[in-house]
């Protein structure tokens, strides 16, 4: 069985870095960076009635720094801060959408970057109607988030998805099991 053997922190901030060895079963050591920040959870909020996802688009320092724009169509997410990833996501869906979600469709808790990070997501979709707008959005003010509520037809954000135009892995995959889950919505 593979053990961790030796852990150093090298950054205790918003998220932390780690230098951990990972002792294999032949007793051979192996250096590993881990980064550590948290269980996260995101939804995909969708209209079944007119057709229509609620995303946000904001912008991201990590295709920023590789020279992208930056700027991120995806569903709403964000860090659990230890509560119920049920009782996250939906915290998260009114600070950035504005949407009051009541029943989740739970998808699954998959890890985001298994090589290199702690990270699991946890993955909704939530049906919502007109009446369940009952915010503006736009993020946490106190958070700098800069968020801007975006609601498409569902069609249109699948052909984004398919097409790189929302290159978001957790948005994709949400898409695509709302298409599973309710393929004539599509």
């Not at 050591?29 to 079944?48: F, I, N």
């Not at 995303?55 to 991201?60: A, G, I, N």
């Not at 997410?77 to 959408?97: C, Q």
């Not at 979709?125 to 915010?135: I, N, P, Q």
Request: aromatic share 4%; net charge negative.
């Amino acid at each position: 069985m593979h053990v961790i053997d030796n852990i150093k922190t090298i950054h205790d901030g918003w998220g932390k870095f780690h230098l951990v060895t990972v002792k294999s079963p032949d007793g051979s050591e192996h250096p590993r960076q881990v980064e550590d920040h948290g269980d996260a959870c995101c939804v995909l909020p969708y209209d079944p009635d007119r057709h229509v996802v609620t995303l946000v688009r904001q912008p991201r320092v990590g295709p920023l720094f590789k020279g992208g724009d930056g700027m991120m169509l995806e569903a709403p997410a964000g860090l659990t801060d230890g509560e119920d990833p049920a009782d996250a996501v939906r915290r998260e869906a009114m600070e950035e959408t504005g949407l009051k979600l009541a029943e989740l469709q739970e998808i699954g808790a998959m890890w985001s970057m298994p090589g290199c990070a702690t990270e699991r997501m946890h993955l909704y979709l939530a049906a919502y109607g007109e009446a369940d707008r009952v915010g503006a959005g736009g993020g946490s003010e106190h958070e700098g988030e800069e968020i801007e509520v975006v609601e498409i037809p569902i069609t249109v954000a699948a052909r984004h998805a398919a097409t790189g135009g929302i290159c978001d892995m957790k948005t994709v995959l949400l898409l695509q099991a709302l298409q599973l889950r309710h393929p004539a919505l599509f």
